[in-house]
T-cell receptor, first 114, second 115 residues
């Protein structure tokens, strides 16, 4: 049972335009959400996070939006740059318990086109 | 410079052999994790440990074993019982407890290939 779903395996965006990566979750107990970026043959690196008490968090070119009623979050990258080409993982956790783990989606591969 | 180190980066194993993947962190993190990445499968949790001398099975623990004798180290053994061990293996660590800002810190991974 997939609790964190990234329904688009890949996405292609022109350089300079906005990239929007989507993520849906099923567990209403999740209260902390993260995005990770991963290059081939490397480990994922933390990009941005959002707590369920917020609906938006911004860090430079990256903004994460959370819609709790729809159980949906999205990552916006503006403007998109060639170095943004990578796999992006959406992740979620409950955060309230010491033992709670982070649950990852399957990832979306972003291609930034020149 | 704090971080998490996985070794080796590439590993080749003959069928029927056990191999051990190393993971060391100097971040003073309590919790450590092992994930496996396959194409189209995302990150699947193999084992995790919240504290020294204790660990729990993840979603795909069959054919794997771990130990956590030191806080800094969480080695993963891929045994001959693992039917399809060729994959990219990722180790991660984090502070345990709520509100893990930034989530996990990942190592750079080990690519295991069965020959």
């Amino acid at each position: 049972d997939q609790q964190v779903k990234q329904n688009s395996p890949s996405l292609s965006v022109q350089e300079g335009r906005i990239s929007i990566l989507n993520c849906d979750y099923t567990n209403s107990m999740f209260d902390y959400f993260l995005w990770y970026k991963k290059y081939p043959a490397e480990g994922p690196t933390f990009l941005i996070s959002i707590s369920s008490i917020k609906d938006k968090n911004e860090d430079g070119r990256f903004t994460v939006f959370l819609n709790k009623s729809a159980k949906h979050l999205s990552l916006h990258i503006v403007p998109s740059q060639p170095g943004d080409s990578a796999v992006y993982f959406c992740a979620a956790s409950r955060g309230a318990n010491r033992d709670d783990k982070i649950i990852f989606g399957k990832g979306t591969r972003l291609h930034i086109l020149p | 410079d704090g971080g998490i180190t996985q070794s080796p980066k590439y590993l080749f194993r003959k069928e029927g052999q056990n191999v051990t993947l190393s993971c060391e962190q100097n971040l003073n993190h309590d919790a450590m994790y092992w994930y496996r990445q396959d194409p189209g499968q995302g990150l699947r949790l193999i084992y995790y440990s919240q504290i020294v001398n204790d660990f729990q099975k993840g979603d795909i623990a069959e054919g794997y074993s771990v130990s956590r004798e030191k806080k800094e180290s969480f080695p993963l053994t891929v045994t001959s019982a693992q039917k399809n061990p060729t994959a990219f293996y990722l180790c991660a660590s984090s502070m345990a407890g709520p509100r893990r800002v930034g989530g996990y810190t990942f190592g750079s991974g080990t690519r295991l290939t069965v020959v």
